[in-house]
C-alpha cells in the first residue's frame, strides 16, 4: 500500500518550469532505462488547434552508469514527452544506481547532481519544486536573482529553500536529512527609493522549514534533522563528512530499525493531524478571501467609504484603517500571507510523512503502529487520502514554451535620446473668415 502513496508523491499533472535544453544526441540512450507505459491515443487536435510543447522540468546533461528515469501517468498521455529521454516533466522521477551518478540542468543557470543510490522526482504542487526521496545531491550554479524566486527541495525531514551558488542535500535510508550550505549570501541592505527610510536588512536567500517557521541558512550552515525531527545545528568541518555521515546512518538503521521505527510512530500521528488541521484551515481562508474580494468589488462600485472613520483618524493613529475599503484590504492582504506560510507548511508536514513512510516501510508491521492507532496498510491510506486533497489545493497549471515576440527589425539598434524633451509641435490657426 506504500505505493500508493509514492503515487501520490509521482501522480502525473500538466509541466510547467524553465525551458529545456536540447538533448544531447551523442548521450541518447546510453546507460539510460526509460520505465513507462503506453502512450495516449491516436487523437490529436489539428495543428492549428495544438498548443505549443509543453515545457521540461530538467534536462540530463551528464550521466553514468546506471541511470533509471520513470515517468508519471501525466507523461506517459502526452504524445511524444515519455520518449524524450533526455527531458523529465512534472511527476517524473530518476534513480541512479549503485555505481550511477547523474547532472540535471533545473533552469535558473543551475544544476544538481545526483550521487549512486539517490532518487529524486520533479514536484507536482507548485514550480521549481523537487522531491529528494533518499541519497545525496548537490545544487550549483549562479546565485538566483530575485527574492521571490528559489528552488524548493522536498525532503524526509524538511523543506528546504536554494537561491544558490551551492549547496549539498543529504537523505539517509532511515529518513535522517543533512544540509550543507557551502555558500549562499545574505542579500545585502536595499536602500528605498525614499531616501529618508532606513535601507531594508540583509534577508537570507537560503532558508529552512522543519517546524513552526522558516530559519535562516548562511555560508558553512550544517544543519542534520534526524528521524525524530530534532533539529541540530553546526558549523562545516565540526563534524563527519558527508560520506562518513551517511555510512553511519545507514550503519545505524541496519543494526537498529526497531528503534528508527518506534520515533517515526511517536510522531506521525501528530503529523496526520497537522496536515488534516492545515488544508481545513487553507480551505477556509480561500472561502473568505473570496468575500472579500466580492466585499471589495462591490465597495469600490459603491464609492462610499466609511466617512465617520476618516473624519476621526489623527496623526497618532495613522495605521488604523480609515474606510471599508481600507479594512477589507488590511484583511485580505493578512490572509493571503497566512495562507502562503500554511501552504508551505502543509507541503512539509505532509513530505515528512510521506516520505519517512516510503524509507521504512519494509521494518513496518501492525505491532510497530499500535501506538498511532492504525496498521501499515491504513496509514498508507490515510497518508494518500490527504495527498490527494493536497494535489487538488496545489497542482501546477500547464505552462508551454513560446515563441520570442516578434520586434520590429531595427528597433534594438535605434538610440533614443530621453535627456533632450521633444518639441512641441505648434498647430497651425484656424483659417480667418
Known amino acids: 500500500m506504500v505505493t500508493a502513496v509514492v503515487a501520490v508523491l509521482a501522480v502525473g499533472c500538466d509541466s510547467c518550469g524553465p525551458q529545456p535544453a536540447k538533448p544531447d544526441t551523442a548521450q541518447a540512450g546510453k546507460s539510460t532505462k526509460i520505465a513507462q507505459g503506453g502512450v495516449a491515443g491516436d487523437h490529436q487536435k489539428t495543428v492549428h488547434d495544438a498548443p505549443p510543447p509543453l515545457a521540461a522540468e530538467a534536462t540530463i546533461v551528464k550521466r553514468a552508469g546506471e541511470v533509471v528515469v520513470s515517468r508519471s501517468e501525466q507523461t506517459r498521455k502526452m504524445p511524444g514527452m515519455a520518449e524524450q529521454e533526455a527531458s523529465l516533466f512534472v511527476g517524473d522521477s530518476i534513480a541512479t544506481g549503485a555505481d550511477g551518478s547523474v547532472t540535471l540542468d533545473i533552469g535558473f543557470d543551475t544544476r544538481i547532481a545526483l550521487e549512486p543510490s539517490s532518487r529524486l522526482s520533479i514536484g507536482i ?26 528552488f524548493m527541495v522536498l525532503t524526509p525531514g524538511a523543506l528546504v529553500f536554494y537561491a544558490g551558488p551551492r549547496m549539498e542535500i543529504a537523505v539517509a535510508p532511515g529518513g535522517d536529512v543533512r544540509v550543507d550550505v557551502s555558500e549562499c549570501p545574505m542579500t545585502p541592505p536595499i536602500q528605498p527609493a525614499d ?91 480561500r472561502e473568505r478571501n473570496k468575500v472579500l474580494i466580492k466585499t471589495l468589488r462591490d465597495l469600490r462600485k ?22 471599508e475599503i481600507d479594512e477589507v484590504k488590511k484583511e485580505l492582504t493578512e490572509n493571503s500571507s497566512t495562507q502562503y ?11 515528512q510523512a510521506s516520505l519517512h513512510l516510503q524509507l521504512l516501510e519494509p521494518h513496518l508491521d501492525d505491532e510497530s503502529l499500535t501506538s498511532v492507532g492504525k496498521t501499515p496498510v491504513e496509514l498508507a491510506q490515510a497518508l494518500e487520502g490527504l495527498g490527494e486533497e493536497i494535489h487538488g489545493l496545489f497542482s501546477r497549471k500547464p505552462a508551454h514554451r513560446k515563441s520570442p515576440k516578434f520586434t520590429p527589425k531595427n528597433f534594438l539598434k535605434q538610440e533614443m535620446d530621453i535627456a533632450a524633451p521633444k518639441r512641441r509641435i505648434e498647430k497651425a490657426p484656424p483659417p480667418q473668415p
Open 302 to 323: 459603491a464609492g462610499k467609504p466609511d466617512a465617520s472613520k476618516a473624519a476621526s483618524k489623527t496623526s497618532e493613529d495613522l495605521d488604523v484603517p480609515t474606510s
Open 195 to 285: 531616501r529618508s527610510l532606513p535601507p531594508r536588512p540583509p534577508r537570507a536567500r537560503c532558508t529552512i522549514l522543519s517546524g513552526e517557521e522558516q530559519e535562516d541558512l548562511d555560508t558553512g550552515d550544517s544543519i542534520v534533522i534526524d528521524q525524530a525531527l530534532s533539529v541540530t545545528r553546526s558549523k562545516l568541518g565540526e563534524g563527519a563528512d558527508l560520506d562518513a555521515w551517511m555510512v553511519e546512518r545507514a550503519e545505524s538503521l541496519e543494526k537498529d530499525p526497531a528503534a528508527r521505527v518506534a520515533r517515526f510512530a511517536g510522531w506521525i500521528g501528530a503529523a496526520l493531524e497537522d496536515v488534516r488541521a492545515s488544508i481545513d484551515d487553507i480551505k477556509k481562508r
Open 341 to 351: 506560510k500554511l501552504r508551505h507548511r502543509l507541503l512539509m508536514r505532509w513530505s
Open 125 to 150: 504542487h507548485r514550480p521549481f519544486e523537487l522531491v529528494l526521496h533518499v541519497g545525496r545531491a548537490t545544487l550549483s550554479g549562479s546565485p538566483i536573482k530575485g527574492i521571490t524566486k528559489r
